[in-house]
């Protein structure tokens, strides 16, 4: 059995890319054969090892062509007397390699450095394999059980002689279809008198002989001719037939040679031509309708016997919309309008000049009138792929008032009648009555210039791409909100980065605040490659302390620092806050006076935290079904106004996700100096800061040192969630003190550390306590008194009572009452009672947190809550007098 392994690792070692096919066959054997010819060593094994018995495939071109000569005595085919016959007039073709193939043909070998197509039929019985092509070489077996072998000389010793002049032009003058005209035999045999006849009669149309001459000239080559003549109304059906063809052109004699060929390949029972560019070529040469689909029949006819008619059925479309866009573009108009951004666009049937886009159409009684698509030029510049979404968009670009205007739409828009007017709102002549023919231009035009209009990805919002940042990447357009480029655009460098950066060290010797705000900052774009979740650093205090200028000093990292730049009002709805988290992704979003807000939520801002740091939107459905596109953002929210974001009474979360600084004295020693330079220097340190997290190498290096930040504060006493973001807060300046401002004074854990809330803080089960007895204090009246005589204080008889406060030092409060009042004030009824039995806050009953309690002589659900101690163990007392009250031992579990 030969070793194809070790032939096919020869071949690769001499620089000819090979690949496997089936093991007595020549059909490829992977996925994209011919595609994958390859020299790799590796690879070549691996293939032989899955199938060790597989021929070799060698790909020719690439320096390289093979004259196959093909021997086939069913068909009278000898390729051996045509290469004689050739030989005879010019030379005998020089020693080279040869192969003798299975089939009892032979392979000439040649190398050549010039571009050659695989041909058939340069001469009968001769084809050639060129660019494009391959062969089955030595050990291969043919299906016949012969092997193909080496003749005359090694592949070992021997390379390829240089391709002969003359042979060259053997194989060029063929490729150009340059055929020698039809000649009449002097005799025509039986079997051949249909087709001899009917090309002499194309021929003759071809030269542009009038019908009668044909008629009569074919008539009398029948009778001179044939062995057999055939009868006169057979000769006039094969002439009429002729005739079909313009005159001139000698299609006739075309189709004849077209027809002969596809036979020849249909009988070849050789995949590689079957699929061969030059196939197709012949069957779109044949002009007639049925005939040409009669061959396509016989062309899937030989695929489905190779098992390869999926892979002819996709040639075939992309032939066909090949030549039918060739064609349509041959055809079409060219753009006429005035210094257009793109020149040179085809648009087909339309007539596109400065005073308007139109075509001319007929109507069904014979007059022509003007379809309008625009009364002004419009053209597209630009094809848009979203990287996040993988949908479409197009730039258009159009003149109006003399200047071109550009505009970003989406595909959706371009094809819907209703939609596209909505562009008439951003200056575009488009309305009901020539929106249909509106869409129709943009579709002709697009697909008559695909190879002209630049097709480029996208992204609608800012942050990390991978390992690339918006807007930092080359070659990415934005195709966002129109509302949203002004911010997109406003991540940019200006003024002076040493000015920037001079002011910046200076602040971050003498304002801990500042230098929070900056930490704070860079920490934003670490959000996503650290995988933590989003938080707040929310500056708080009276006026004038300098919070609006601490959010530009952040702001002015990425860029222009202004607000309604990159400095944004607070005051904005839930959902809109969502979508500017989600536009920024990784880039901080700041947010300025909080107060702005405060009558929208009630006075309280959880619902805003837990929303915005939980990093992603809601679900929200579309009116035509299915889901909205959801937000997602990574980054630091970086805000102040006059108030905390959390209040004694808001959740354990709310105050896990926020670092508060209250601001108690001025930030800045002159914020006015501050404020001006950071909005005329600005946008240099948030690029420096990125190229520097994209050396993964380095990154990764100091990546430990985050965890040794996380460990430092979490013994200080903080929770998890504070000491995640202040470790972030350490992480982001170690980071900046060092790439950024070289000054070698990185933030502390020691100047952050009491700005987190420890776990004493958060606790709210304590929190909860201290409001209930709070509350208690200040509505003793609505508890119930008792006389020393075991009867109610009587001026309590037309007061609502609440509950009474025992002897054992517990109160006894009505739930539903305490559950009213205590969900006004933000805490959460059940959790607070679940949190007060963990602390053993409540009275024992049975497991549950309420019991039953008699008041006013009624049995009524009640908590019974420890009020003569705080949860840390300190001793107090509701009561002026301990004996005012008298305890009712009725209460039960």
Same mark, same amino acid.
């Given at each position: ?154 592949? *070992?010793?021997?390379?390829? !002689? +240089? &391709? ?7 194989? $060029? %003058?063929?490729?150009? =279809? ?44 029948? *009778?001179?001719?044939?062995? !057999? +003549? &055939? ?7 094969? $002439? %009429?037939?002729?005739? =079909? ?649």
């Amino acid at each position: 059995m030969p070793n194809f392994l070790t032939s096919a690792l020869k071949f690769a070692r001499g620089g000819f890319p090979v690949f496997p096919v089936a093991a007595r066959g020549k059909a490829p054997l992977t996925e994209n054969g011919l595609k994958d010819a390859t020299t790799d060593e590796r690879q070549i094994n691996r293939w032989w090892s899955k199938w060790p018995d597989a021929n070799i495939a060698m790909a020719t071109g690439h320096g390289m062509v093979v004259l196959d000569i093909d021997v086939d005595a069913d068909r009278g085919v000898d390729g051996y007397d045509s290469l004689r016959l050739w030989e005879s007039e010019f030379e005998a073709l020089p020693e080279t390699w040869m192969v003798l193939t299975g089939g009892g043909g032979i392979h000439y070998y040649f190398k050549t450095d010039k571009e050659i197509r695989n041909r058939t039929g340069v001469l009968p019985g001769v084809d050639v394999r060129g660019d494009g092509g391959y062969v089955i070489v030595p050990p291969s077996i043919h299906p016949n059980g012969r092997a193909y072998e080496w003749e005359a000389v090694s592949f *070992d010793y021997k390379v390829p !002689v +240089p &391709l002969p002049e003359d042979l060259y032009a053997l194989m $060029v %003058n063929n490729s150009t =279809r340059d055929h020698p005209k039809f000649e009449l035999p002097e005799r025509i045999p039986e079997g051949e008198r249909n087709d001899t006849l009917f090309r002499y009669a194309a021929s003759l149309q071809g030269k542009g002989r009038t019908d009668f001459e044909i008629m009569a000239i074919v008539q009398a080559a029948n *009778d001179q001719c044939c062995d !057999v +003549p &055939l009868k006169p109304g057979e000769v006039e059906t094969l $002439v %009429n037939s002729a005739l =079909r063809y313009d005159k001139g052109e000698d299609q006739a004699a075309t189709t004849a040679e077209s027809k002969d060929t596809l036979k020849k390949v249909a009988e070849a029972e050789d995949v590689e031509r079957l699929l061969s560019r030059e196939t197709f070529d012949h069957i779109f040469a044949i002009k007639d309708p049925f005939e040409r689909e009669k061959q396509i029949a016989k062309m899937k006819a030989a695929a489905r016997s190779l098992k390869v008619t999926q892979s002819f059925n996709n040639l075939l479309r992309a032939h066909q919309k090949e030549r039918a866009m060739a064609k349509k573009q041959a055809e079409s108009q060219d753009i006429q309008f005035t210094d257009p951004p793109i020149k040179g666009l085809k648009c087909g049937e339309w007539i596109a000049e400065d005073s308007g886009i139109y075509r001319c159409v007929e109507k069904n009684s014979g007059d022509a009138f003007k379809e309008y698509a625009c009364s002004h030029p419009v053209i597209i510049t630009e094809r848009l792929c979203n990287i996040d979404t993988e949908t479409e968009k197009l730039t258009l670009a159009f003149l109006k008032d003399d200047k071109w205007q550009t505009l970003i739409v989406e595909r959706s828009t371009l094809a819907s009648r209703t939609k596209v007017i909505e562009l008439a709102d951003r200056g575009i002549a488009v309305n009901s009555e020539n929106a249909k023919a509106f869409i129709r231009y943009l579709a002709d035009l697009e697909s008559l210039n695909l190879d002209k209009i630049p097709a480029y990805q996208s992204i609608d919002r800012m942050g990390w791409i991978g390992t690339a940042f918006s807007p930092y990447v080359k070659d990415i357009r934005f195709d966002g909100d129109a509302k949203n480029r002004e911010i997109f655009e406003a991540v940019t460098e200006a003024g002076d980065y040493e000015t920037w950066k001079t002011l910046c060290q200076s602040i971050r010797q003498t304002s801990v605040i500042g230098k929070i705000m900056l930490a704070a900052s860079f920490a934003s774009c670490l959000i996503e490659p650290m995988a933590k979740l989003p938080f707040f650093v929310h500056l708080w205090g009276g006026t004038e302390a300098g919070k609006t200028v601490a959010l530009m000093l952040a702001a002015s990292v990425w860029g222009n620092p202004a607000v309604g730049k990159l400095t944004r009002s607070f005051n904005a709805t839930l959902v809109g806050l969502e979508r500017a988290a989600a536009f920024n992704y990784a880039i901080p979003l700041v947010l300025d006076e909080l107060q702005t807000i405060k009558d929208s939520y009630g006075g309280g801002f959880d619902k805003i935290v837990y929303n915005l740091c939980e990093g992603q939107g809601k679900i929200r459905g579309l009116k035509a079904g299915g889901i909205e596109r959801m937000n997602r953002w990574k980054n630091v929210f970086l805000s102040s106004g006059e108030q905390p974001l959390s209040s004694d009474t808001s959740g354990g979360g709310a105050k896990n996700r926020c670092v508060e600084i209250g601001c108690k004295t001025n930030i800045f020693e002159n914020a006015r100096t501050v404020a001006d330079t950071v909005q005329g220097n600005y946008g240099f340190a948030g690029k420096r800061f990125v190229q520097f997290l994209q050396n993964e190498a380095v990154f990764d290096l100091i990546r430990p040192q985050f965890d040794a930040f996380y460990d430092e504060l979490i013994k200080r006493g903080s929770t998890e969630k504070q000491c995640l973001a202040g470790a972030m807060l350490l992480f982001a300046d170690m980071i900046a003190a060092d790439m950024i401002f070289e000054d070698g004074a990185p933030l502390t854990v020691e100047e952050l550390g009491p700005f987190l809330t420890t776990r004493e803080e958060i606790d709210v089960a304590a929190r909860a306590h201290a409001w209930i007895l709070a509350w208690i204090a200040s509505n003793q009246f609505h508890f119930q008194k008792m006389g020393m005589d075991g009867r109610p204080d009587p001026m309590q008889e037309n007061i609502a009572i609440w509950g009474r406060v025992e002897r054992d030092g517990y109160t006894s409060i009505i739930g539903s009452r305490l559950a009213e009042d205590i969900e006004k004030a933000g805490f959460s009824y059940r959790a607070v009672l679940s949190a007060l039995a963990d602390r053993d806050a409540l009275a024992p009953s049975g497991g549950k947190n309420t019991c039953t309690v008699r008041i006013n002589g009624c049995p009524v659900r009640c908590v019974r809550i420890k009020t003569n101690q705080t949860l840390d163990g300190e001793q107090i007392s509701l009561l002026d007098d301990p004996d005012f009250y008298e305890l009712d031992d009725t209460h039960t579990a």
